[in-house]
Protein backbone atom coordinates (compact mmCIF):
# COMPACT_ATOMS: atom_id res chain seq x y z
CA UNK A 1 0.00 0.00 0.00
CA UNK A 2 1.24 3.51 -0.80
CA UNK A 3 0.32 6.64 -0.13
CA UNK A 4 1.04 9.86 -2.45
CA UNK A 5 0.12 13.25 -1.22
CA UNK A 6 0.63 16.28 -3.45
CA UNK A 7 -0.63 19.75 -3.87
CA UNK A 8 2.07 21.76 -1.83
CA UNK A 9 3.67 24.80 -2.49
CA UNK A 10 4.41 28.65 -1.94
CA UNK A 11 1.35 30.54 -0.97
CA UNK A 12 0.80 34.03 0.22
CA UNK A 13 -0.65 34.61 3.57
CA UNK A 14 -4.37 34.81 3.07
CA UNK A 15 -3.98 32.51 -0.14
CA UNK A 16 -5.43 28.92 -0.71
CA UNK A 17 -4.15 25.36 -1.37
CA UNK A 18 -5.69 21.88 -1.92
CA UNK A 19 -3.84 19.05 -1.11
CA UNK A 20 -4.72 15.51 -1.98
CA UNK A 21 -3.49 12.24 -0.97
CA UNK A 22 -4.17 8.64 -3.28
CA UNK A 23 -3.68 5.65 -1.55
CA UNK A 24 -3.00 2.37 -4.08
CA UNK A 25 -1.68 -1.08 -3.93
CA UNK A 26 -3.48 -3.74 -2.04
CA UNK A 27 -6.43 -2.41 -0.47
CA UNK A 28 -9.88 -4.06 0.54
CA UNK A 29 -10.70 -1.15 2.35
CA UNK A 30 -10.21 1.89 3.75
CA UNK A 31 -11.33 2.99 7.54
CA UNK A 32 -10.07 6.77 8.95
CA UNK A 33 -8.11 9.10 6.97
CA UNK A 34 -6.24 12.08 8.04
CA UNK A 35 -3.73 14.76 7.78
CA UNK A 36 -0.86 15.76 9.98
CA UNK A 37 1.77 18.37 9.57
CA UNK A 38 4.95 19.04 11.13
CA UNK A 39 7.00 22.38 11.17
CA UNK A 40 10.76 22.88 11.84
CA UNK A 41 11.89 22.29 15.37
CA UNK A 42 8.29 20.97 16.24
CA UNK A 43 6.31 17.79 16.70
CA UNK A 44 3.76 16.56 14.31
CA UNK A 45 0.80 17.17 15.20
CA UNK A 46 -2.50 16.17 14.01
CA UNK A 47 -4.19 18.70 11.78
CA UNK A 48 -7.85 17.01 10.71
CA UNK A 49 -9.31 13.61 10.62
CA UNK A 50 -12.00 11.65 8.81
CA UNK A 51 -13.30 8.76 9.64
CA UNK A 52 -14.92 6.08 7.66
CA UNK A 53 -18.87 7.23 8.81
CA UNK A 54 -17.56 10.78 7.65
CA UNK A 55 -17.29 12.17 10.85
CA UNK A 56 -14.54 14.65 10.73
CA UNK A 57 -12.48 16.39 13.59
CA UNK A 58 -9.65 19.23 13.33
CA UNK A 59 -7.30 21.07 15.32
CA UNK A 60 -8.14 24.08 16.94
CA UNK A 61 -5.67 26.31 15.12
CA UNK A 62 -7.05 25.25 11.43
CA UNK A 63 -11.32 25.11 12.71
CA UNK A 64 -13.56 27.37 10.09
CA UNK A 65 -10.06 27.66 7.51
CA UNK A 66 -9.45 24.05 6.71
CA UNK A 67 -12.03 21.76 5.30
CA UNK A 68 -11.05 17.61 4.54
CA UNK A 69 -12.81 15.14 2.42
CA UNK A 70 -12.40 11.81 1.08
CA UNK A 71 -13.67 10.16 -2.05
CA UNK A 72 -14.13 6.61 -1.21
CA UNK A 73 -14.50 5.48 -4.71
CA UNK A 74 -10.88 6.96 -5.70
CA UNK A 75 -9.21 6.23 -2.28
CA UNK A 76 -8.30 9.49 -1.59
CA UNK A 77 -8.38 12.00 0.77
CA UNK A 78 -8.11 15.80 0.41
CA UNK A 79 -7.25 18.92 2.58
CA UNK A 80 -8.83 22.41 1.21
CA UNK A 81 -6.78 25.19 3.00
CA UNK A 82 -7.67 28.71 3.09
CA UNK A 83 -7.25 31.77 4.46
CA UNK A 84 -3.28 30.34 5.19
CA UNK A 85 -0.65 32.18 7.97
CA UNK A 86 2.59 31.67 8.45
CA UNK A 87 2.46 29.38 10.94
CA UNK A 88 0.48 27.01 8.64
CA UNK A 89 3.83 26.77 7.07
CA UNK A 90 5.11 22.68 7.45
CA UNK A 91 5.20 19.38 5.67
CA UNK A 92 1.90 18.23 5.63
CA UNK A 93 1.46 14.00 6.07
CA UNK A 94 -1.50 12.03 5.02
CA UNK A 95 -2.44 8.48 6.76
CA UNK A 96 -4.92 6.07 6.02
CA UNK A 97 -5.85 2.62 8.14
CA UNK A 98 -6.12 -0.20 5.70
CA UNK A 99 -7.31 -3.53 5.46
CA UNK A 100 -6.07 -5.32 2.98
CA UNK A 101 -7.97 -8.56 3.28
CA UNK A 102 -11.58 -8.97 4.24
CA UNK A 103 -10.62 -10.32 7.56
CA UNK A 104 -7.04 -9.05 7.90
CA UNK A 105 -6.13 -6.72 10.65
CA UNK A 106 -6.08 -2.58 9.93
CA UNK A 107 -2.90 -1.15 9.61
CA UNK A 108 -1.41 2.73 9.47
CA UNK A 109 0.05 3.69 6.09
CA UNK A 110 1.75 6.67 5.95
CA UNK A 111 2.26 8.87 2.63
CA UNK A 112 5.66 10.96 1.90
CA UNK A 113 4.44 14.58 2.91
CA UNK A 114 4.37 17.46 0.47
CA UNK A 115 5.45 21.08 2.10
CA UNK A 116 3.47 23.98 2.36
CA UNK A 117 5.10 27.37 3.20
CA UNK A 118 2.93 30.65 3.30
CA UNK A 119 5.13 34.00 3.03
CA UNK A 120 5.28 36.95 1.54
Known amino acids: VQLQASGGGLVQPGGSLRLSCVAS????????MGWYRQAPGKRRELVAE???????NYADSVKGRFTISRDNSKNSLYLQMDSLKPEDTAVYYC???????????????WGRGTLVTVSS
Open 25 to 32: GSIFSIND
Open 95 to 109: YAIVRVSEYGNRYPY
Open 50 to 56: IISGGNT
